[in-house]
């Protein structure tokens, strides 16, 4: 269901901070062992927080492309 999501990413590699660090991505590792899956996630929760999803809120009740004001300079998309 994430696929459609221009900033929701599945990494085969573990994550960490730094990779979503001023962006609007969402990254998620999944970890299978025995008979357990463990899911990992990881946001900048100042930007992926209350005001960037605000704006991806706006810029779709706009008819704007939701990523418009989500993309920064030095953020790989």
């Keep these: 269901f ?6 929701t990413y599945v990494s ?9 660090l001023n ?3 969402c990254l998620l590792h999944l970890e299978k062992h025995e008979d357990q899956l463990f ?4 946001i900048d ?3 992926k927080g209350a ?8 810029n779709l009740m706009f008819g704007l492309d ?3 004001g989500l993309i920064f300079a030095g953020s790989n998309p």
């Design 51 to 58: 005001s960037g999803q605000a704006i991806q809120n706006m």
């Design 45 to 47: 929760n100042l930007t």
């Design 66 to 68: 939701e990523k418009t």
């Design 23 to 25: 962006t609007n991505k």
């Design 2 to 7: 994430y696929q459609a999501n221009p900033f």
């Design 39 to 42: 899911i990992t996630s990881v």
């Design 12 to 20: 085969a590699n573990e994550l960490d901070i730094k990779q979503v």
